[in-house]
C-alpha cells in the first residue's frame, strides 16, 4: 500500500487521495508542489498549509476551507472554488484561468498582479483583499464586494461593476483604493463609491448612473464622456478631474470640490448645485460645490438658474 506521508506531521493522505479527498482534513500541512490535478476537494479543509507551486489543475474545492492558504504561484486552471473560503490566502502569481470563484469570500487575500480576466467571480467577496496591479479586463463584478480592497493600478476596463459595494460609509475605515487604475468604459452604475480613492485613475466613457459618493477622492481623474447621471456627490474631491463631455443630468452635488476641474461641454442640467452663500444672521451658510479655477465652455450645459461665479473660467475655442 502506497501511503503519501506529509512532511513533518503524522497525517497521511488517504490510500485513494488524490484524486478521491472529499472532506479531507490537511491543516497547516506542508503540500508544496503536490499534485491534485482533476482532485475532489469538496469541503477539504486546507486552512494555513502550504500549497505553493502546487497543481489544483480542474480539482473541485467547492465549499473547502483554505483560510490562510499559501497558493503562491498554484496553478488553478479551471478549478471550482466556488463558496470556498479563502480569507486571508495568498495567491500572488496563481494561474486562475477558468477559475470559478463565485460566491467564494476572499476577504484580506493577497492576489497582486493575477489575472482574473476569466475567471468566474459572482457574488465573489474581496473585502479588503490585496489586488495591486491585478486584472479584471470585462470581468463580471456586478454585486461583488470591494471595501477596503486595494486595486491601484488595476486593469478594469470594459468591466461590469453594477451594483458593487467598493465604499465604506464607516468613517473609521476607508473604501477601495483603485488609484491610478484603468477604468475605460467600466460600468459602476449604482455602486457604493464611500471613501473610494479613484485619484488619477482614468475612468473615460465609465457608467457611473446613480452611484452614492461620500469623501470619495476622484481628484485628477479622467471622466471624459463619462455618465454620471442621477449620482448623489458627497464631500467628494473632484479638483482637477476631466469632466469634458460628461453627462451630468440629475445629479446632486453637496459639498463637492470641482477646484480647475474641466467641464467642457458637460452636461448638468436637472441637476442640484450650488456655491458658498453669503453668511447672514437670518441664513446659515450653505456649502454645496465649489468650482474655483473650473473651466467651461459655451456648450457646458447648468442647472436651471445656475450662474456660474467670477471665479469658474469660461474658455472659447476648446473642447466641445
Given at each position: 500500500?502506497?501511503?503519501l506521508?506529509?512532511?513533518?506531521?503524522?497525517?497521511?493522505l488517504?490510500?485513494?487521495?488524490?484524486?478521491?479527498?472529499l472532506?479531507?482534513?490537511?491543516?497547516?500541512?506542508?503540500?508544496?508542489?503536490?499534485?491534485?490535478?482533476?482532485?475532489?476537494?469538496t469541503?477539504?479543509i486546507?486552512?494555513?498549509s502550504?500549497?505553493?507551486e502546487?497543481?489544483?489543475r480542474?480539482?473541485?474545492?467547492?465549499?473547502?476551507?483554505?483560510?490562510?492558504?499559501n497558493?503562491?504561484?498554484?496553478d488553478?486552471s479551471?478549478?471550482?472554488?466556488?463558496g470556498?473560503?479563502?480569507?486571508?490566502?495568498?495567491?500572488?502569481?496563481?494561474?486562475m484561468?477558468?477559475?470559478?470563484?463565485?460566491?467564494?469570500?476572499?476577504?484580506?487575500?493577497?492576489l497582486?498582479?493575477?489575472?482574473?480576466?476569466?475567471?468566474?467571480l459572482?457574488?465573489?467577496?474581496?473585502?479588503?483583499?490585496?489586488?495591486?496591479?491585478?486584472?479584471?479586463w470585462?470581468?463580471?463584478?456586478?454585486?461583488a464586494?470591494?471595501?477596503?480592497?486595494?486595486?491601484?493600478?488595476?486593469?478594469l476596463?470594459?468591466?461590469?461593476?453594477?451594483g458593487?459595494?467598493?465604499g465604506?460609509?464607516?468613517?473609521?475605515?476607508?473604501?477601495?483604493?483603485?488609484?491610478?487604475?484603468d477604468?475605460?468604459?467600466?460600468r459602476?452604475?449604482?455602486?457604493?463609491?464611500a471613501q473610494?480613492?479613484?485619484?488619477?485613475?482614468?475612468?473615460?466613457?465609465?457608467?457611473?448612473?446613480?452611484?452614492t459618493?461620500l469623501?470619495?477622492?476622484?481628484s485628477g481623474a479622467?471622466?471624459?464622456?463619462?455618465?454620471?447621471s442621477?449620482?448623489?456627490?458627497?464631500?467628494?474631491d473632484?479638483s482637477?478631474?476631466?469632466?469634458?463631455n460628461?453627462r451630468?443630468q440629475?445629479?446632486?452635488?453637496?459639498?463637492?470640490?470641482?477646484?480647475g476641474?474641466?467641464?467642457?461641454?458637460?452636461n448638468i442640467?436637472?441637476?442640484?448645485?450650488?456655491v458658498?452663500?453669503a453668511r447672514?444672521?437670518?441664513?446659515?451658510?450653505t456649502?454645496?460645490?465649489?468650482?474655483?479655477?473650473?473651466?467651461?465652455?459655451?456648450?457646458t450645459?447648468?442647472p436651471e438658474?445656475?450662474?456660474p461665479?467670477?471665479?469658474?473660467i469660461?474658455?472659447?475655442d476648446l473642447p466641445n
Amino acid at each position: 500500500m502506497l501511503l503519501l506521508a506529509i512532511a513533518g506531521c503524522e497525517a497521511r493522505l488517504a490510500l485513494d487521495c488524490p484524486p478521491e479527498c472529499l472532506e479531507i482534513s490537511l491543516r497547516k500541512r506542508d503540500l508544496t508542489g503536490m499534485d491534485f490535478d482533476d482532485a475532489n476537494l469538496t469541503g477539504a479543509i486546507l486552512a494555513g498549509s502550504r500549497l505553493q507551486e502546487a497543481s489544483l489543475r480542474g480539482a473541485d474545492l467547492s465549499g473547502a476551507d483554505l483560510t490562510d492558504v499559501n497558493l503562491v504561484q498554484a496553478d488553478l486552471s479551471n478549478a471550482k472554488l466556488r463558496g470556498a473560503n479563502l480569507q486571508h490566502a495568498v495567491l500572488s502569481g496563481a494561474i486562475m484561468d477558468g477559475a470559478d470563484l463565485s460566491g467564494a469570500d476572499l476577504t484580506g487575500a493577497t492576489l497582486t498582479s493575477v489575472d482574473l480576466t476569466h475567471v468566474n467571480l459572482t457574488a465573489v467577496i474581496l473585502n479588503d483583499a490585496r489586488l495591486i496591479g491585478v486584472r479584471l479586463w470585462g470581468v463580471d463584478l456586478r454585486g461583488a464586494q470591494l471595501a477596503g480592497a486595494d486595486l491601484r493600478g488595476a486593469n478594469l476596463v470594459g468591466a461590469n461593476l453594477s451594483g458593487a459595494n467598493l465604499g465604506d460609509t464607516n468613517l473609521a475605515t476607508s473604501g477601495a483604493d483603485l488609484s491610478g487604475a484603468d477604468m475605460r468604459g467600466v460600468r459602476l452604475r449604482g455602486a457604493n463609491l464611500a471613501q473610494v480613492r479613484l485619484n488619477g485613475s482614468d475612468l473615460t466613457r465609465a457608467k457611473l448612473n446613480d452611484v452614492t459618493t461620500l469623501n470619495t477622492i476622484l481628484s485628477g481623474a479622467k471622466l471624459t464622456l463619462a455618465d454620471l447621471s442621477g449620482a448623489t456627490i458627497v464631500s467628494t474631491d473632484l479638483s482637477g478631474a476631466d469632466l469634458t463631455n460628461a453627462r451630468m443630468q440629475g445629479i446632486t452635488v453637496r459639498e463637492g470640490l470641482f477646484n480647475g476641474t474641466l467641464l467642457y461641454g458637460a452636461n448638468i442640467e436637472g441637476g442640484a448645485i450650488g456655491v458658498v452663500r453669503a453668511r447672514s444672521k437670518f441664513a446659515k451658510t450653505t456649502f454645496i460645490a465649489e468650482l474655483k479655477g473650473a473651466h467651461y465652455n459655451a456648450n457646458t450645459k447648468w442647472p436651471e438658474g445656475y450662474v456660474p461665479g467670477p471665479d469658474v473660467i469660461l474658455d472659447g475655442d476648446l473642447p466641445n
